[in-house]
């Protein structure tokens, strides 16, 4: 019996759940230098299945591994072509950042298999337009759950000094994921050529 599958072309996978880590107590951008590299792995995970490739590279820089693994054991470059978060850049940032395009997850796909599994489903389906984030009004202005805006709230109450600060960058950075459009088609596209590219320098073919 085929997969059920959703409008992005994801079949059901153990690892398309994010983390439940809360992101305002990982992200704030003063502590990630003092993180331990278990933790930076923990965070690039994060920042994976947001699918933010300027994200993902400056975890990298703080010393993430590219070639880490989810708690499942799904290498990140598998990851990063699952869900519906996803973006070309993530993929490109890992690659450039060692990530071997032939490791396999407990499926014993790669990343391109994934990839072209997902794009299969597309075929014969004419093109939908983009998705907007839900975090948007009308008239483009931020709108944030009250959960959200309560974590908010609680950041500042108990860091008076840096509380601010933080909230601002995080509702910059908030204000950017909610600008994205979603077009899980496209970016599977753009990914197509980086992990063959990728595979291509290694001298080897998929299953090879």
């Not at 003092?34 to 933790?39: D, G, I, Y």
């Not at 990298?60 to 290498?75: H, I, S, V």
């Amino acid at each position: 019996m085929p997969a059920n599958h959703d409008s992005s072309g994801n079949e059901p996978h153990p690892d398309d759940q994010a983390p439940d880590d809360n992101d305002l107590a990982w992200d704030e951008p003063s502590s990630i230098g003092r993180m331990p590299k278990s933790a930076l792995n923990r965070l690039l995970h994060i920042r994976i299945c947001k699918g933010d490739g300027e994200q993902v590279r400056e975890i990298l820089e703080f010393g993430a591994d590219a070639t880490g693994q989810t708690k499942r054991g799904t290498p990140f470059i598998v990851r990063a072509t699952r869900g519906n978060l996803i973006h070309h850049t993530v993929v490109a940032a890992l690659l450039a950042n060692g990530a071997d395009p032939f490791s396999q997850d407990a499926l014993g796909r790669t990343a391109i298999d994934h990839v072209q599994r997902r794009l299969a489903m597309f075929e014969g389906k004419p093109r939908r337009k983009p998705r907007q984030s839900g975090s948007l009004d009308e008239h483009g202005n931020l709108k944030l759950p009250p959960w959200e805006l309560e974590h908010l709230q609680q950041h500042l109450a108990e860091n008076p000094e840096t509380g601010q600060a933080f909230v601002d960058e995080y509702m910059r950075a908030r204000r950017k994921a909610a600008a994205r459009t979603f077009d899980s088609r496209a970016e599977l596209e753009k990914m197509v050529p980086l992990l063959e590219r990728a595979m291509a320098r290694n001298n080897r073919s998929p299953g090879g």
